[in-house]
């Protein structure tokens, strides 16, 4: 299951606390997590446990994480269906995950570890 949560949300930190600063999701992401006022937050809840999270900000991705694939294919099918994606750089980590949902890779700007992505 899909959520959308801010940090204005009751049930935010509870989800999304051990993440902030977490150097497990800083390793595999390559990005540090930063709980910004303008950021809306679709969070994959199986049992009540976050196993993937993607934020957004006017239109821009900002933040990717994932324990699986299969949950971060679902979080992008529905940003898609629910904001006007821009261009977004992102972690590199899930390049493949995001081809599989649609968006371009830009491949006229190089970055070490994040790659620019569109619909």
């Not at 006007?84 to 070490?112: M, P």
């Amino acid at each position: 299951m899909v959520v959308r949560a801010t940090n204005q949300d009751e049930d935010f930190y509870t989800y999304m606390g051990k993440f902030f600063g977490s150097r497990v999701v800083e390793r595999q992401t390559n990005d540090r997590l930063y709980d910004d006022n303008d950021k809306l937050w679709y969070i994959y809840l199986d049992d009540k446990k976050p196993m993937a999270f993607v934020s957004v900000a006017k239109n821009i991705i900002k933040n990717v994480y994932t324990i699986r694939e299969e949950y971060l294919e679902e979080i992008l099918e529905r940003i898609k269906k629910e904001n006007k994606i821009t261009y977004s750089i992102v972690t590199n980590a899930y390049i493949d995950v995001y081809e599989r949902c649609g968006f371009k890779i830009d491949k006229s700007h190089s970055y070490k570890n994040f790659v620019t992505i569109y619909l």
